[in-house]
Nanobody, 123 residues
Framework: VQLQAFGGGLVQAGGSLRLSCAAS????????MAWFRQLPGREREFVAG????????SYADSVKGRFTISRDNAKNTVYLQMDSLKPEDTAVYYC?????????????????WGQGTQVTVSS
């Protein structure tokens, strides 16, 4: 499976961005999808996840109430709507496909990673 992420960029604090991730290849498997992010010199951290059917979502405490993850299985695409952005949200964001249908937050349980897209929030 190949994951292609789009939508990163530069935005002022308080602004919004929408990330998209399109999956191609063997996408018929039922897998959770997630977004992680990473700062230089830091561990990659979980941001948000959505179950295969889209009925369950999970968020890191730092983004709850500001970010919304969703998916469109007909288009093999997952989205991350990011509102009320803060400078501390600045990072490279990675789309991820888990090995199970249910949400997991551990990097070790991710089967496929996208290439990453830079999000920069200026103060």
């Amino acid at each position: 499976v190949q994951l292609q992420a789009f939508g990163g960029g530069l935005v002022q604090a308080g602004g919004s961005l929408r990330l998209s991730c399109a999956a191609s290849g063997r996408t018929y498997s039922r897998n959770m999808m997630a977004w992680f992010r990473q700062l230089p010199g830091r561990e990659r951290e979980f941001v948000a996840g959505v179950s295969w059917g889209g009925g369950s979502t999970s968020y890191a405490d730092s983004v709850k109430g500001r970010f919304t993850i969703s998916r469109d299985n007909a288009k093999n695409t997952v989205y991350l709507q990011m509102d009320s952005l803060k400078p501390e949200d600045t990072a490279v964001y990675y789309c991820a496909r888990g090995r199970t249908p249910v949400i997991n937050t551990r990097k070790e349980l991710i089967g496929d990673w996208g290439q990453g897209t830079q999000v920069t929030v200026s103060s």
